[in-house]
Structure formats: structure tokens, C-alpha cells
């Protein structure tokens, strides 16, 4: 059972980074076409996309991200990894891996339209707190 495990997160001040890790990922990239996310889910409020990177290396952002966030992918050790620089209180959630592992389209799909049902693997999450 393909089993996805997210690292990296932690508490920092507000403007620094952190680097978040997915492994597990390796059935995921004999796919031709995959879709993998980053999503996150902060207290009292539903799980939202962050950032998305399609088997080509396209890639999509919330627009709360835009600039501060990178995704990421490493083919040849099967990981997924998301770079968060000048992170922000209201970054503050439990962060996830997802994937869809027979995406069919040939464009990456905006991540504000991506809804956790259309995932078909996650992990368990990482958390990520950022004082003030």
C-alpha cells in the first residue's frame, strides 16, 4: 500500500522558512502523467491547495503563496519537497502530501480548483507554526 510521509515541518518566527519533504511517492512516478499537491489545513477551516507540480515541472500556486513558496520534485529519489521562505502567522496548518496518480490532462490543473476529494493519496501531515 503506497503510503505517503510528510517531514520538515516545525515552529519558527515569522520570516523565516522551512522545507517540507514527501516520500513514499516512488509508484506515484511511473505515471506518465501525475498531479502532486501540497495542501494545507489550519484549524477550524477546511483543507485548501497550496501548490501543485505536474510530471513535466508545471507548477501552480495559491495566491497567498505566490513568491514565498516553491514546489518541487526530485524524479530520481521520488521526492516531493515544498520551500516556504518568509513565512507568515497565517501560514500556521498541518500541511499534506497528495497525489493523483493517472492524471490525464497535459496542463496543471489551478490549484484553487483542486479539491481534496480529487486526490487519490495522502499522507498523514506535518505541522507548521509561525510565531509573530
Known amino acids: 500500500q503506497v503510503q505517503l510521509v510528510e517531514s520538515g515541518g516545525g515552529s519558527v518566527q515569522a520570516g523565516e522558512s522551512l522545507r517540507l519533504s514527501c516520500t513514499g511517492a516512488?509508484?506515484?512516478?511511473?505515471?506518465?502523467?501525475?498531479?502532486m499537491a501540497w495542501f494545507r489545513q489550519a484549524p477550524g477551516k477546511g483543507r485548501e491547495g497550496v501548490a501543485a507540480?505536474?510530471?513535466?515541472?508545471?507548477?501552480d500556486y495559491a495566491d497567498s503563496v505566490k513568491g514565498r513558496f516553491t514546489i518541487s520534485q526530485d524524479k530520481a529519489s521520488k521526492g516531493l519537497y515544498l520551500q516556504m521562505d518568509n513565512l507568515k502567522p497565517e501560514d500556521t496548518a498541518m500541511y499534506y502530501c497528495?497525489?493523483?496518480?493517472?492524471?490525464?490532462?497535459?496542463?496543471?490543473?489551478?490549484?484553487?480548483?483542486?479539491?481534496?476529494?480529487?486526490?487519490?493519496?495522502w499522507g498523514k501531515g506535518t505541522q507548521v507554526t509561525i510565531a509573530s
Open positions: 497528495a497525489a493523483v496518480m493517472n492524471y490525464y490532462r497535459d496542463y496543471v490543473r489551478p490549484i484553487s480548483s483542486l479539491r481534496p476529494s480529487d486526490m487519490e493519496l
Open positions: 516512488a509508484s506515484v512516478y511511473t505515471f506518465p502523467r501525475y498531479l
Open positions: 507540480i505536474i510530471a513535466d515541472g508545471r507548477t
